[in-house]
C-alpha cells in the first residue's frame, strides 16, 4: 500500500549546525504534508505544514521543502540546539474518500544535538 | 489553545481485563477525533477516526469490538481496550481536530501507557 518513509533513522548533529531531515513519500496524490516533533513519552507537537502548491516553507528556525517531482519532502532546523532533540515524523494526508483528515506517518528519525 | 489531554497517562493492568482511556479538549469543540497506536520505537498507526455522536470508522486490521470508541461530546472521546492482553500493550495517542478537512490541524493528547501483565 502506500506508505511514507524516512531515508535516515538516525541524525547526530552538533549544537549550533543546522539539520536536515528527509522524508520520501510514495502517494502522489497526497496534498498535505505535516512534521511532527515527539519528545519521548509524549505526543507529537505539529511544528508546520505545507499544501502541495507549495514548494517551500518557513517557520520560526524551521524551514520545510517540498519537491513533488520526486515525491521528496524536508525539514530543516537552523542552529540547532539541545531541545530540539526528539524524533521527528513526517505525515502526509491525501484527503480521498473515507480517509479525509486522516494522516499517514513516516517512520521517525530520531535527531540527537551534541552540546 | 488547542490542548488536548488524555487520562490515564499510564495504566497496567492484569491481562483479560478492559481499560478505557478518554481523551479531553480542553478549550476547543473537536468535530473530529483520531486514535493511534504506537510500538516502541515505530510510527503512529492510525487505528480509528471518530465523529461526534455517530459511529467510529475503523482503519483494516483494526478490531471494532476490542476496541471500542465512544465520542459522545464535541470534547471528549473514550477508547475501551477490552479483554487486553500482553500484545495490547502499546502507547495510545488521541488527537482531535476542528473539522474533517485534510488541512485541519490535529493536536495530540500526551498518550497513555498501556502495559497488560
Known amino acids: 500500500g502506500e506508505s511514507v518513509g524516512l531515508h535516515l533513522p538516525t541524525l547526530s548533529v552538533q549544537e549550533g549546525d543546522n539539520s536536515i531531515i528527509n522524508c520520501a513519500y510514495s502517494?502522489?496524490?497526497?496534498?498535505?504534508f505535516i512534521w511532527y516533533k515527539q519528545e519521548s513519552g509524549k505526543g507529537p507537537q505539529f511544528i508546520i505544514d505545507?499544501?502541495?502548491?507549495?514548494d517551500k516553507r518557513q517557520g520560526q528556525r524551521v524551514t520545510v521543502l517540498l519537491n513533488k517531482t520526486v515525491k521528496h519532502l524536508s525539514l530543516q532546523i537552523a542552529a540547532t540546539q539541545p531541545g530540539d532533540s526528539a524524533v521527528y515524523f513526517c505525515?502526509?494526508?491525501?484527503?480521498?474518500?473515507?480517509?479525509?483528515?486522516?494522516?499517514?506517518f513516516g517512520k521517525g528519525t530520531k535527531l540527537s544535538v551534541k552540546p | 489553545g488547542a490542548v488536548v489531554s488524555q487520562h490515564p497517562s499510564r495504566v497496567i493492568c492484569k491481562s483479560g481485563t478492559s481499560v478505557k482511556i478518554e481523551c479531553r479538549s480542553l478549550?476547543?469543540?473537536?468535530?473530529?477525533m483520531f486514535w493511534y497506536r504506537q510500538f516502541p520505537k515505530q510510527s503512529l498507526m492510525l487505528m480509528a477516526t471518530?465523529?461526534?455522536?455517530?459511529?467510529?470508522?475503523?482503519e483494516q486490521g483494526v478490531e471494532k469490538d476490542k476496541f471500542l470508541i465512544n465520542h459522545a461530546s464535541l470534547t471528549l472521546s473514550t477508547l475501551t481496550v477490552t479483554s487486553a492482553h500482553p500484545e495490547d500493550s502499546s502507547f495510545y495517542i488521541c488527537?482531535?481536530?476542528?473539522?474533517?478537512?485534510?488541512?485541519?490541524?490535529?493536536?495530540f493528547g500526551p498518550g497513555t501507557r498501556l502495559t497488560v501483565l
Open positions: 488527537s482531535a481536530s476542528y473539522g474533517a478537512g485534510i488541512t485541519d490541524t490535529q493536536y
Open positions: 505525515a502526509e494526508n491525501s484527503g480521498g474518500g473515507g480517509s479525509q483528515g486522516n494522516l499517514i
Open positions: 502517494n502522489s496524490a497526497s496534498d498535505y
Open positions: 471518530s465523529n461526534e455522536g455517530s459511529k467510529a470508522t475503523y
Open positions: 478549550d476547543f469543540q473537536a468535530t473530529t
Open positions: 505545507i499544501r502541495s502548491n507549495m
